[in-house]
């Protein structure tokens, strides 16, 4: 199967397939006499792996660690696990920080309505920000 045909199966542009096996993500295919890309089958499940894995996070670091296993024949889900453990934590982490954010954004909001623009002093840049030393 070459290139193009690959690419409109997995929904995947020719360049991120290239780019997937520069990578090592994806194993560098056989050549035809002509020169030409080569793929079997399977690799069209690998690129949806790649897709899926994606999308809850994980970069193309981790997916070339999981993909690794597979190619010497280990069963990756261990460590699949512990990946998606600690994606989980920091996705914990990162929603905390957020709500943190909006709660400092909510009170700026409340005291933004009580400040008058004509108190806008001309050696600041913004009164509705305060400075770094004073408290919400």
Not at 15 to 32: C, D, H, Q, W
Not at 56 to 82: K, M, N, S
Not at 129 to 134: D, G, N, S
């Amino acid at each position: 199967m070459r290139i193009g045909e690959v690419a409109r199966q997995a929904e995947v542009p020719i360049k991120t397939i290239r780019y997937y096996e520069e990578i090592g993500v994806l194993p560098n295919p056989s050549r035809a006499p002509s020169g030409y890309r080569e793929y079997d089958p399977e690799v069209i499940d690998r690129l949806r792996f790649i897709r899926a894995s994606q999308s809850v996070g994980f970069t193309l670091g981790e997916i070339r660690e999981i993909v690794a296993y597979r190619d010497r024949g280990d069963v990756p889900c261990a460590h699949v696990l512990d990946l998606l453990r600690r994606h989980r934590e920091d996705c914990a982490k990162r929603i905390a920080e957020l709500q943190e954010a909006e709660q400092a954004l909510d009170a700026l909001v409340t005291r933004a309505a009580h400040l008058r623009q004509e108190d806008c002093a001309p050696e600041g840049v913004c009164h509705l920000i305060p400075r770094a030393a004073e408290r919400l």
